[in-house]
């Protein structure tokens, strides 16, 4: 094995894991590298393979994201629950289902590869609402055991508790409480921005490149149960 292709290897991985951007514009010698060395290549792709990690190519850059079940490079629920402010799983899953009513406002398939420019809280607040009340209606036609009806009965229940906004709040800009609906979306919001996929201009969010990659590849890899559910509810 070639140790100059090892070691550009490794600083490919290090740019991408901390964060750096990697593309036709910015450490462009390493993009060059790693779309014409096939050694190089090889190395990179084994490499990520091992560490359950995935990469994407998107628009002329690499975005690289932790696998499912990846405790080293991903988060677990608890550690999500704190950055949440969350105290219970069934508000972690109510994140979960709202970033993915958030995906689906963007990108509704891989068939027109078409994104939504911008989304609003009241865009995502119709979007939960609607699928929410599309999957309890069809509950024993659409979830397959016990564990899946209770998960989405217990989210359901949740929503359904929730006011609109919190008793401060005057308007759709809400904060990030857990005791409103819109303070549910805000904490989603302000989690997204954090990690780099969203960016806030006037109330309206846009999704970063990195995030349009990881929306696009989604539906190409990960569908997974919950658009199975989602599908079948006629909301997909």
């Known amino acids: 094995m070639d140790n100059w292709n090892m070691e550009k290897a490794l600083e490919l991985f290090a740019k991408l894991i901390t964060g750096e951007n990697v593309s036709s514009s910015e450490n462009t010698d390493l993009y060059e590298e790693y779309n014409s060395n096939m050694e190089m290549y090889n190395i990179f792709a084994s490499m990520i393979e091992k560490l359950n990690l995935t990469l ?33 799983n069934k508000e972690l899953y109510m994140c979960y289902f709202i970033i993915y009513n958030i995906i689906t406002l963007f990108y509704k398939d891989s068939s027109s590869y078409t994104l939504q420019e ?30 899946e009806e209770n998960s989405f009965s217990a989210i359901a229940l949740l929503w359904d508790e929730l006011p609109l906004t919190h008793s401060t709040d005057l308007s759709v800009n809400a904060r990030a409480y857990k005791s409103s609906k819109l303070g549910y979306i805000k904490i989603v919001f302000n989690f997204l921005k954090e990690q780099n ?38 909301l997909n």
Do not use: C, H, P, W
Request: glycine share 8%.
């Open 118 to 147: 911008y989304i609003k809280s009241e865009d995502v607040l119709r979007s939960v609402d609607g699928s929410l009340s599309s999957i309890i209606s069809k509950m024993d036609v659409i979830v397959k055991n016990e564990l």
């Open 56 to 88: 994407y190519q998107y628009k002329g850059a690499l975005f690289i994201t932790a696998g499912e079940k990846n405790k080293v490079f991903g988060y677990t629920n608890e550690e999500l629950r704190k950055m949440l402010g969350l105290k219970v």
């Open 197 to 234: 996929l969203f960016i806030e201009v006037e109330e309206r969010y846009y999704a970063s490149v990195r995030f349009k990659a990881l929306i696009e590849n989604y539906f190409e890899d990960f569908r997974g149960r919950l658009y199975a559910i989602m599908s079948e509810g006629g």
